[in-house]
């Protein structure tokens, strides 16, 4: 399930961040520059042990931001992520129990996908926007089209291996309103405090969208 308001932010701004922070202050600058560039909708992975308080304190301290969990593998970390403050979640995959939970929880879902057989599953418990995850190893463009003859009613998010390289391919298709990925903000340019670097690729991002 995707409220429209989440729907039009995700669409509007056409990236999906996805972010691997270990702490708060590394949270709070790259918050700063995110909104900046209007990226308003991000998700931050449970990758790091500090992830569900690194929700919490963007949740609590950035009211502009949407603030997404990824990395969902099951209900337990769907509960979790929703009393940390997150407004959505993302899955890698679509477990019937997480399909179920998602339809349960007070917080948008978003299953991710790699078959017509999985995006057929999810669209019968009522899911629209799914992530193709991995999204350039499952067959990329060319797996997206095909999907979206028969399922045409059905949106994707594809995510792994995307990067200013390939997105305008992807966002060129109908059924592609967002991409997303972890190339904006790399997690080792993220430890390594190169915020330079991270405007850089915000300002590169920017540039192609208004190409
Ligand atoms: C994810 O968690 O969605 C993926 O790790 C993102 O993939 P990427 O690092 O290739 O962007």
Known sequence: MLSAALHQQISHQKVLPVLVLDNNEQARVLADCLLEFQLNAIEITLRTPEALNVIEFLATNYPELIVGAGTITSADQLQAVQQSGAQF?????????????GRQAE????????TPSEAMLAQSYGYSLLKLFPA???GGCA???????PLSELNFCPTGGISVRNLAQYLAL?????VGGTW???IDQIRQHNWKQIRDNMLQLQAILTD
Do not use: Q, R, W
């Open 89 to 101: 979640a993302l899955s890698p995959g679509a477990t019937e129990s997480l399909l179920h939970a």
């Open 184 to 186: 904006l903000a790399p």
């Open 136 to 138: 350039e190893v499952s």
């Open 174 to 178: 109908d059924n592609v309103p967002v």
């Open 143 to 149: 797996l997206l089209k095909a999907l979206g003859a």
């Open 107 to 114: 917080i948008d879902f978003i299953p991710g996908v790699m």
